[in-house]
C-alpha cells in the first residue's frame, strides 16, 4: 500500500471522528498522521516489511501510529475506520466533500435532518430545509447547491502527487515486459497538471497481448472496462481511470505528442500541418500518406518549424507566440532551488527541531532556510506569541554554529487577522529575517474584506512575501474571494515578493497567477511549507507548477545565492 492510499485512510478517519463529534485533539492527530505519510519519500510499507527497520524511527510517527500503519500495510485494512464506517453513512461523508460543508456541518445534516445522502440533501436544500436549520440559513443553502453541482460535475481528480508513485510503478511494470519497447505517462501526467483526471500511458510494443495482460493482472488495477487491439482502459485502486495505449515504434513520437495534449496544444499543432499542406494525427505527420515524421515527438515539431515545446507549457497558451519568437523559456529545474523561505519546527505544528530541519535541508543540498513556525493566532497548530517567537529565534541562533554550510534565517509565517491587522507587533516582525504573510482564518469573508487583508499586510514594511496566497485546498476547498490583479499591482508596487507554497494539495499560487506575477516583475519563492525533515521533497511539484507558469530560474528568488538573496531582499525593503 502507498504512502498516499495510507494518508487517504487516516484523513477519511479523522473526517468519520470529526462528524461523530470526537475529542479535536485525536482529530488533529489522524490529520497530522495523514500529512505526515503523505509527506514521506520512503514507502512506509516497506519500512514495516523490513525487519531491521522500525517505523517509529520516522519523524513524527509515534508508537499507536506505526501500528496502525503496520496493519493498513499488513492487511490493508483499519478496523477502527471499518467499525467507523459502519457507524456513519456514505453520504454523510460525502457531503464533507462538498466545498464550504465541513463535518461538523454535516453531523448536523445528519442529526438534525436524517439526511444520509446526496440526493436527500439536494432535495431538503431545494425544500428549504437546509436554509431554516440553525447556524444554515438562506446563503448557505445556496453554496451547497451549487456545491452538489460542483462536486457532480468534477469527476474524481486526483493530486498529480496521488497518481505519481502509482503511475512510476506501473511504468516499471510494462518497461519490464518482453517486447514492449518506449513507456512512457502522457496527457496531464505529463503535463505536471496539479491534478489528473485520468492516467494515459503510451507503450511501444509491435503486440499488445503481453502489455494489456501484465496491466490486467497488475495490482494496482481493479478492473479491466473495455480492450480493443490498441487501446485498454482499467480502473485502477486509487480510484482514478486509466488508458493504455500501445503503438507502432513509427509512430511512438506522434502518439506521444498527440496523447500529452493538451487538446488546445494540439489544435494548433493540427492547423499548422495543414498551413503546411501536410496532416497531423496519432499515427504521425503525413504528406499525401506519406510519412513525414511520427517516431519522435521532437521530429513533429521540427517539422513545424518548432522547437520541441516542454510538455508543461502545452497548454494553447502562450507557448506557440514564444516558439515562433525564439523565446521559450529556459524553464526552472528543482536543482536551480538553493533556498527555502517556508517551513515548521517543533515549535509549532512541525515534527522536527530546528537542528534536524537544517540538517535534511543541507543533506538535500539547501544553502539556506528561513523557519517559519506559526503565529499566536493558530493556536491550534502551537503558534507563538512574541515571547516564545523570540525565545525560538534565539534558539535559531544557537543552532546556526551546530550546523555549518547552510544559513538558518530567523522567519514567521504571520497570520493577517480577520480585521486586517497582523498577529505579531511591528517591533517583533522588525526583528525577523525573513516575514512571510498569510491568510488561514476567515477565508469566507466578502471580496473587500479579503482585499483589505492583503492590502494592509503587502504594505506593512514588516511583510516580506504572501504566503499560499488564495488558501485553496485543490479539490476539496476553493481559496478565498480575491481580486488576483488587483493584489498583484499591489505586490509589485510595494516590491513585494510571492509564495508558490509546493505543497500538493495547495500549489498555491497557481500557474496562471505566476505566470502573471512574473509579467509584472514580481519575485517568486518556491518553498515546500515542511513540517516534517521529509516535507522537502514536495519541492518538485513547487517547480512544476513554475515551469507550467513559464517561469526561468531567473524568475524565481530562491534560485539565487544566499548573499544575493539577502541583497535582494534588502533592496526591496522599504525604509522602517
Ligand atoms: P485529464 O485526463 O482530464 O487530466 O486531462 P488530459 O489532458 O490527460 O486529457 P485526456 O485524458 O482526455 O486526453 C489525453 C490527451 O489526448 C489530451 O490531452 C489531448 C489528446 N486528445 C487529442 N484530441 C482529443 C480528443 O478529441 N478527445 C480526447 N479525449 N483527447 C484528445
Ligand atoms: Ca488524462
Ligand atoms: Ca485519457
Redesign the pocket.
Known amino acids: 500500500m502507498h504512502n498516499a492510499e495510507i494518508a487517504q485512510h487516516f484523513d477519511e478517519l479523522a473526517d468519520l471522528l470529526e462528524i461523530q463529534g470526537a475529542n479535536p485533539f485525536r482529530v488533529r492527530a489522524y490529520r497530522n498522521a495523514a500529512r505526515i505519510v503523505g509527506d514521506l519519500a520512503e514507502q512506509v510499507a516497506t519500512v514495516v516489511g523490513d525487519p531491521a527497520r522500525k517505523l517509529d524511527e520516522i519523524p513524527g510517527i509515534g508508537a499507536d501510529l506505526a501500528a496502525k500503519i503496520a496493519t493498513l500495510a499488513q492487511t490493508g485494512v483499519l478496523p477502527q475506520l471499518e467499525e467507523l464506517r459502519q457507524q456513519v453513512p456514505l453520504g454523510v461523508l460525502q457531503m464533507t466533500r462538498i466545498p464550504g460543508l465541513g463535518p461538523k456541518k454535516a453531523a448536523a445534516l445528519h442529526k438534525e435532518l436524517g439526511l444520509t445522502t446526496l440526493e436527500q440533501l439536494r432535495a431538503a436544500c431545494e425544500a428549504g430545509q437546509v436554509a431554516a436549520l440553525k447556524g444554515f440559513g438562506k446563503k448557505t443553502q445556496q453554496a451547497i447547491l451549487e456545491g452538489l453541482e460542483q462536486v457532480a460535475t468534477a469527476?474524481q481528480?486526483l493530486l498529480l502527487a496521488e497518481v505519481e508513485p502509482v503511475a512510476l510503478e506501473l511504468v516499471a511494470a510494462l518497461r519490464e515486459v518482453p517486447g514492449v519497447g518506449q513507456v512512457e505517462p502522457?496527457?496531464?501526467?505529463r503535463?505536471r497538471?496539479e491534478?489528473?483526471?485520468?492516467?494515459?500511458i503510451l507503450v511501444t510494443a509491435d503486440n499488445s497481448a503481453d502489455a494489456m495482460q501484465t496491466l490486467a493482472d497488475h495490482p494496482r488495477v481493479t478492473q479491466v472496462l473495455s480492450r480493443g487491439e490498441t487501446k485498454m482502459r482499467v480502473r485502477l485502486k486509487i480510484g482514478l481511470e486509466m488508458?493504455l495505449r500501445v503503438v507502432p515504434k513509427e509512430s511512438y513520437g506522434a502518439a506521444l505528442q498527440?496523447?500529452?495534449?493538451?487538446?488546445d496544444?494540439?489544435i494548433v499543432m493540427r492547423r499548422r500541418a495543414i498551413e503546411r499542406g501536410l496532416k497531423l494525427n496519432?499515427y504521425g505527420l503525413f504528406r499525401d500518406d506519406q510519412p513525414v515524421a511520427g517516431e519522435t515527438e521532437a521530429g513533429v515539431y521540427a517539422a513545424l518549424d518548432l522547437p520541441c515545446i516542454p510538455p508543461e507549457l502545452r497548454e494553447g497558451r502562450h507557448e506557440f507566440e514564444w516558439a515562433e519568437a525564439g523565446r521559450l523559456p529556459r524553464l526552472i529545474e528543482p536543482g536551480d532551488v538553493q533556498g527555502d523561505l517556508h517551513m515548521h519546527t517543533t515549535a509549532s505544528d512541525g515534527a522536527a527541531s530546528i537542528r534536524e530541519m537544517a540538517e535534511a535541508a543541507l543533506a538535500r543540498g539547501l544553502k539556506y532556510i528561513a523557519i517559519t513556525d506559526h503565529s499566536q493566532r493558530v493556536s491550534m497548530a502551537n503558534g507563538l506569541d512574541a515571547t516564545r517567537l523570540r525565545a525560538h529565534w534565539r534558539e535559531i541562533e544557537r543552532v546556526r554554529a551546530e550546523v555549518p554550510g547552510i544559513e538558518i534565517w530567523k522567519g514567521i509565517e504571520c497570520d493577517i487577522l480577520e480585521d486586517a491587522t497582523l498577529d505579531l507587533a511591528d517591533d517583533v516582525l522588525a526583528e525577523a529575517d525573513w516575514v512571510v504573510a498569510v491568510l488561514h482564518y476567515g477565508l469566507k469573508q466578502p471580496r473587500e474584506q479579503i482585499m483589505q487583508r492583503l492590502r494592509n499586510a503587502i504594505r506593512s514594511p514588516h511583510v516580506d512575501a504572501i504566503g499560499h496566497l488564495t488558501g485553496r485546498m485543490i479539490g476539496r476547498r476553493p481559496g478565498a474571494d480575491m481580486d488576483v490583479e488587483a493584489v498583484l499591482q499591489e505586490l509589485a508596487r510595494e516590491g513585494k515578493m510571492l509564495e508558490i507554497n509546493a505543497h500538493p494539495s495547495r500549489l498555491d499560487v497557481d500557474d496562471i497567477t505566476a505566470a502573471r506575477a512574473k509579467e509584472l516583475g514580481i519575485p517568486l519563492v518556491i518553498n515546500t511549507d515542511s513540517h516534517a525533515v521529509t516535507g522537502f521533497d514536495v519541492l518538485q511539484y513547487g517547480v512544476h507548477q513554475a515551469r507550467r507558469a513559464g517561469l526561468e530560474a531567473a524568475d524565481v528568488a530562491n534560485t539565487l545565492a544566499p548573499d544575493a538573496f539577502r541583497q535582494l531582499l534588502q533592496r526591496r525593503r522599504p525604509p522602517r
Open positions: 469527476g481528480r502522457a496527457g496531464s501526467f503535463r497538471r491534478s489528473v483526471g485520468d492516467l494515459d488508458d498527440y496523447f500529452t495534449g493538451s487538446k496544444h494540439n496519432e
